[in-house]
T-cell receptor, first 111, second 115 residues
Framework: QKEVEQDPGPLSVPEGAIVSLNCTYSNSAFQYFMWYRQYSRKGPELLMYTYSSGNKEDGRFTAQVDKSSKYISLFIRDSQPSDSATYLCAMKRTNAGKSTFGDGTTLTVKP | GAVVSQHPSWVICKSGTSVKIECRSLDFQATTMFWYRQFPKQSLMLMATSNEGSKATYEQGVEKDKFLINHASLTLSTLTVTSAHPEDSSFYIC???????????FGPGTRLLVL
């Protein structure tokens, strides 16, 4: 079983929809939780990161971490066609170096 | 703006030649750098981790003599694909953990095509 599980999708939504992307994990030692966005033929771009449990909001994006359930989410409000990309969750222990990545969820937002 | 750059962004080479890819952290010192490869529509595959001044740590199944990594300074790491073959054609991406940060920042990637 993988340490981080992420539904690969693909996920297709109409423009303006609220998108929910999720990951589950098994390692309770993870303290940092990240979301990356990767456009086709580009390197991943860090969208948001959260330390420990709680919510974090940045514009149309909200990241949630529930450590008790070992479950993290990324919500995208008012989704746009430009949000079409692969979204990767990642997490790590403090001072651990490398992060453990999910396999990514491919999202398409249709105009 | 970008914090990690890669050069070249794409390269085509003949089978049997060697190719060097550079990864630089811009304006920040990188305590650790990582090299990934990614095949189309597949997830990131970590190849190796390198720290400045020490030998790289390779993931299981990655040939260290095939993929030479040099972390010459706190802002530069290089990946050399030696005696490249068509099966080495892939998208290579570096990332870095910057001093004082916990998260990884990725470069834009290098597309390698071996003919």
């Amino acid at each position: 079983q993988k340490e981080v599980e992420q539904d690969p999708g693909p996920l297709s939504v109409p423009e303006g929809a609220i998108v929910s992307l999720n990951c589950t994990y098994s390692n309770s030692a993870f303290q940092y939780f990240m979301w990356y966005r990767q456009y086709s033929r580009k390197g991943p771009e860090l969208l948001m990161y959260t330390y420990s449990s709680g919510n974090k909001e940045d514009g149309r994006f909200t990241a949630q971490v529930d450590k008790s359930s070992k479950y993290i989410s990324l919500f995208i409000r008012d989704s746009q066609p430009s949000d079409s990309a692969t979204y990767l969750c990642a997490m790590k222990r403090t001072n651990a170096g490398k992060s453990t990545f999910g396999d990514g969820t491919t999202l398409t937002v249709k105009p | 703006g970008a914090v990690v750059s890669q050069h070249p962004s794409w390269v085509i080479c003949k089978s049997g030649t060697s190719v060097k890819i550079e990864c630089r952290s811009l304006d920040f010192q990188a305590t650790t750098m990582f090299w990934y490869r990614q095949f189309p529509k597949q997830s990131l595959m970590l190849m190796a981790t390198s720290n400045e001044g020490s030998k790289a740590t390779y993931e299981q199944g990655v040939e260290k003599d095939k993929f030479l990594i040099n972390h010459a300074s706190l802002t530069l790491s290089t990946l050399t694909v030696t005696s490249a073959h068509p099966e080495d054609s892939s998208f290579y991406i570096c990332s870095a953990i910057l001093r004082g940060k916990e998260t990884q920042y990725f470069g834009p990637g290098t597309r390698l095509l071996v003919l």
